[in-house]
């Protein structure tokens, strides 16, 4: 029978049951999923050196794998140095130079390689003397009259898959059925973005022509993959109505009149977003997003106002005790002034305590409002009747987690609030189909905090400015990346698996990392006169408590801190953020580090210590020290990282199978992505539910990628 495209891999030549099983493990069963199995990277063999030029780039330091064509000019030697382990070995040549050839435990080459034959090898090169050598190179025959391919793709593989052979296995799909691939965009789309055609992205994402035609092939299948998940998102979003309490009494003018303050326009305006969402009867589903300092609290206040007067409980969450703390010391005032009940349930209260406030919440006296840590969730607190669940996630949070909370909270409002800012573009990625309500204007007078890049030839004008903080009474943060050096990735020896950076940033500078340990010692030493608090990730809880207790209660002027977290508290009389090896952070987590200061009357001042030399992470620095605005910072950071690694890296947004395979961290994916998501929006204007039958190709692809984001959108 001939091959389709949804023939079972089983029906191709050379898949048994135990390869067909590795391949499912991939995700791969049936041929469409063998050409949709795109390469993780490229070998860019077709740049070929001679042997003396392999020897320089050898001698200066290089170890990137290289391409020689050599002629065999000796009879591989075969020995077995011990039991299982034996060694071939020859020598081959080009007009250049000499270089000798192992491999390990593979005795079948002696029968590949004969004197006089031909090939090309591929790896890394060494030099021993005035040798060169190659140990187990990627080989492939000479045959005159055809060209070797120049660049070859490289798959994620699973257990009982070799690179060659799934190589190979996809190469014959492709001879097989390529031209039997159906068209999912519609005929315009491909016409307005410049898109190519399905077939000819196939076929070149596999066995790419040349450069360009890869690039063309790659943007169009990440176009696809980013269109068809904009969709899914959409259409899910809407078909998810969820019945649930409705709370038609949205009157919050008591308590915005009791306020100090006028609410700013974006506040007036989320809270409007909220009441409309909790007044509908279908559950709301809405993140609150804005910059640390937005004022995101009293929000929450008149959401969990709103909840307390239709006669329902709401539930606070945040990512740490302390942080749970400081929520309930914001809206203990705001809202118990009026007589709403307002309890803290901590994990290490005394067990009688404890007790008490589960009794409260149970009984729904006296607790109107519960603000805890994820524990608030557990089997173990039996809520009367909640109605609301905040959820403050800082920048702890993914999609993911968000599905899970949405299961455990019932019926009951979902409102998330986020601190990280993220482009628009970006939203419907990052927040799924959530709601997305923006403080993206501060309340006024927010004193500018100055940012300063310095080196460490700085080292001792910075102390003394330190000394000039703490002499005045103001408190100094300091933030250092991480207690030791982290280990390396171990890179793959395999030369079959090793890929060249062709799509991806070319690895930074790495300057030296201060030991935050050390450097706390170092900073005691240096000021005597100082008490120094150090918290750090693997500290016990009740430690760490009381560190951060002393600085907040101002008995520690100097907190050294790594993590992000942990100083996500508010001490308004700290001045100074002091970040160690700042070229470790991302810009969000640095946007986030500097809103700890400028939190009181006096100046603040921010100053980022770096000695990386890299264009890249300089450019970053100067992104944090140009501009205030978080909004703007992460629109900066897309563009200079782009979608892949933006999304991806440190935690701006985690994102589990979701994010597109082919994505990466080119910068120009952002303008890819806003335009895929663009189109995706616009196509759904025109058609909710693609049910136009030129749609019927892209409505089944979009179904396909909703089951695979299944756990990203509920
Ligand atoms: P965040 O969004 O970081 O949670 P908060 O809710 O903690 O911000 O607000 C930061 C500070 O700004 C608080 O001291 C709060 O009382 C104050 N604040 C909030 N809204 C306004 C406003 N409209 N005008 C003036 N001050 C405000
Ligand atoms: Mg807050």
Not at 52 to 68: F, I, N, Q, W, Y
Request: with cysteine.
């Amino acid at each position: 029978m001939p091959l389709t495209l949804s023939s079972p891999v089983s029906a191709m030549r050379a898949v048994g049951e135990a390869r067909a099983a590795a391949l499912a493990s991939l995700g791969i069963v049936n041929v469409r999923d063998l050409l949709r199995h795109y390469p993780r990277g490229y070998q860019f063999r077709g740049d070929v050196r001679c042997a003396a030029e392999a020897a320089r780039l050898v001698r200066s330091g290089t170890d990137a794998p290289v391409s020689l064509c050599l002629t065999v000019s000796s009879e591989p030697s075969l020995r077995t140095i011990r039991r299982g382990m034996s060694i071939l070995r020859f020598r081959a040549f080009d007009e250049s130079g000499v270089c000798e050839i192992t491999y390990f435990n593979q005795n079948y080459l002696k029968n590949t390689f004969h004197t006089g034959g031909e090939f090309r090898f591929y790896g890394r090169v060494s030099a021993e003397g005035k040798t060169l050598k190659m140990t187990s190179p990627v080989w492939e025959p000479c045959v005159p009259g055809r060209a070797l391919p120049a660049i070859v793709p490289v798959y994620p593989l699973a257990a009982g898959l070799k690179q060659k052979f799934l190589a190979g296995l996809i190469r014959d799909a492709l001879d097989a059925v390529a031209g039997q691939l159906e068209e999912t965009l519609p005929t315009d789309v491909l016409r307005e973005r410049s898109l190519c055609a399905l077939p000819y992205a196939i076929r070149n994402i596999h066995a790419p022509e040349d450069a360009d035609a890869l690039g063309r092939a790659r943007r169009r299948l990440l176009f696809e993959e980013l269109f068809e998940f904009g969709l899914a998102l959409s259409t899910a979003a809407a078909a998810r109505a969820v019945p649930a309490p409705a709370m038609e009494n949205t009157d919050v003018a008591p308590l915005l009149g009791a306020l100090p303050y006028e609410l700013t326009g974006a506040q007036k305006r989320s809270i409007a977003e909220i009441a409309a969402d909790l007044a509908s009867g279908r559950r709301m589903n809405r993140i609150l997003t804005g910059d640390v300092g937005s004022g995101k609290t009293v929000v929450a206040a008149a959401a969990a106002w709103i909840a307390v007067h239709n006669g329902y409980q709401a539930a606070i969450m945040a990512p740490t005790e302390i942080l749970a703390a400081q929520h309930y010391e914001s809206l203990l005032p705001l809202l118990g002034a009026h007589g709403i009940g307002v309890l803290l349930l901590t994990g290490s209260a005394a067990a009688a305590q404890k007790r008490k406030v589960h009794e409260a919440i149970a009984g729904g006296i006296g607790a109107d409002v519960v603000i805890g840590t994820h524990a608030l969730l557990s089997e173990s607190v039996s809520f009367s009747r909640l109605g609301l669940v905040i959820e403050d996630e800082q920048h702890r949070f993914g999609v993911m987690q968000r599905a899970a909370l949405a299961e455990k909270s019932g019926d009951a409002h979902l409102l998330v609030m986020s601190a990280t800012p993220i482009p628009r573009t970006l939203s419907l990625l990052a927040y799924g189909g959530l709601s997305i309500s923006r403080l993206d204007e501060m309340p006024p007078g927010r004193q500018a905090v100055d940012t300063y890049v310095v080196g460490e030839a700085y080292r001792e004008r910075l102390n003394a400015f330190i000394l000039r903080q703490t002499e005045a009474g103001h408190q100094v943060y300091v933030v250092c990346p991480a207690v030791e050096e982290e280990k390396k990735d171990a890179s793959s020896d395999d030369p079959e698996e090793l890929t060249d950076p062709m799509f991806s940033d070319a690895q930074e500078d790495r300057p030296p990392l201060k030991a935050a340990v050390e450097h706390a010692a170092a900073l005691a030493a240096a000021f005597p006169s100082l008490r120094v608090g150090f918290v750090h990730g693997k500290m016990k809880p009740a430690e760490k408590e009381r560190v951060m207790r002393e600085f907040t209660e101002g008995t520690v002027q100097i907190l050294v801190s790594t993590t992000v977290i942990e100083v996500g508290v508010n001490v308004p009389n700290a001045t100074l953020m002091i970040v160690e090896n700042a070229e470790r952070f991302g810009l969000a987590q640095l946007h986030q580090l500097r809103g700890r200061v400028g939190r009181g009357e006096a100046k603040s001042y921010c100053v980022l210590v770096s000695d990386a030399k890299g264009e890249a992470a300089r450019q970053r620095l100067e992104v944090i020290r140009r501009l205030r605005d978080g909004y703007a910072i992460a629109e900066e950071d897309l563009r200079l990282r782009g979608p892949g690694d933006f999304l991806g890296a440190e935690g701006a947004v985690r994102q589990h199978g979701a994010l597109p395979t082919v994505f990466s961290a080119a910068a120009e994916d952002a303008d890819l992505l806003t335009a895929a998501f663009g189109t995706a929006r616009a196509l759904l204007e025109a058609d909710p539910e693609l049910r136009a039958p030129e749609h019927a190709v892209l409505r089944e692809a979009v179904a396909e990628a909703r089951r695979r984001t299944a756990n990203t959108c509920n």
